[in-house]
């Protein structure tokens, strides 16, 4: 069973950076849409960051031009850089893998916790 573990989540002040890292094992992401998702106590999880495997990316409206999602596909890893960051960016994070043909399993992480301190 392929797997996704998060890391690089924390405490941090307003105005402070972050860096996530999820990286994948049992298998390789390449041909994945690979994407960041947030939940909020009390809220849905959303999307916030998606990167296809040609290239293209996604932000939500809330985080462009604070965060950015790169991936190494030959180290199996996603990242997301946050900067900027806000008290309303506090979630816990997940990282999500979802194949670019349709049919295939859809992989999730357990999650990473961010808070941020006004």
């Known amino acids: 069973q392929a797997q996704l573990v998060e890391s690089g989540g924390g405490l941090v002040q307003a105005g402070g950076s972050l860096r996530l890292s999820c990286v994948g094992s049992?298998?390789?992401?390449?041909?994945?849409?690979m994407s960041w998702f947030r939940q909020a106590p009390g809220k849905d999880r959303v999307l916030v960051a998606a990167?296809?495997?040609?290239?293209?990316?996604y932000y939500a409206d809330s985080v462009k031009g604070r965060f950015a999602i790169s991936r190494d596909n030959a180290k199996n890893k996603l990242y997301l850089q946050m900067n900027s960051l806000k008290p309303e960016d506090t979630a816990l994070y997940y990282c999500?893998?979802?194949?670019?043909?349709?049919?295939?399993?859809?992989?999730w992480g357990q999650g990473t916790q961010v808070t941020v301190s006004s």
């Open positions: 049992r298998r390789t992401f390449t041909n994945y849409r």
């Open positions: 999500n893998a979802h194949p670019d043909e349709a049919g295939g399993p859809v992989y």
């Open positions: 990167s296809w495997s040609g290239g293209r990316t």
